[in-house]
């Protein structure tokens, strides 16, 4: 079982950066895939970024060069830094951890970006 816990959202202006934390508890967190998925209004999650164990990274398209997802296992960590924000990043951002057939979600972190 892993718990997981997102902070870091809030509101900020068009060109911002913000960084989203994800803090694990539980078992070995180091055994388990990170990603990032964002609500936005009236739409459907999406994935926004992906970490392995071993630190590869993938992203959205619409995302790509503007964010970083990265990963610190001694902490038990997860990160987004979002930088050059749109308001079209405006949403729900909700930490996943994966392995397996063993998927976590945390309760997501309110990200809105104003024009």
């Known amino acids: 079982q892993v718990q997981l816990v997102e902070s870091g959202g809030g509101v900020v202006q068009a060109g911002g950066s913000l960084r989203l934390s994800c803090a694990a508890a539980g078992n070995v967190f180091s055994n388990y895939g990170l990603g990032w998925y964002r609500q936005g209004p009236g739409k459907q999650r999406e994935l926004v970024a992906a970490?392995?164990?071993?630190?590869?990274?993938n992203y959205a398209v619409s995302v790509k060069s503007r964010f970083t997802i990265s990963r610190d296992n001694a902490k038990k960590t997860g990160y987004l830094q979002m930088n050059a924000l749109k308001p079209e990043d405006t949403g729900v951002y909700y930490c996943?951890?994966?392995?397996?057939?063993?998927?976590?979600w945390g309760q997501g972190t309110q990200v809105t970006v104003s024009p």
């Open positions: 970490i392995t164990t071993t630190h590869s990274a």
């Open positions: 996943n951890a994966n392995w397996g057939a063993y998927v976590y």
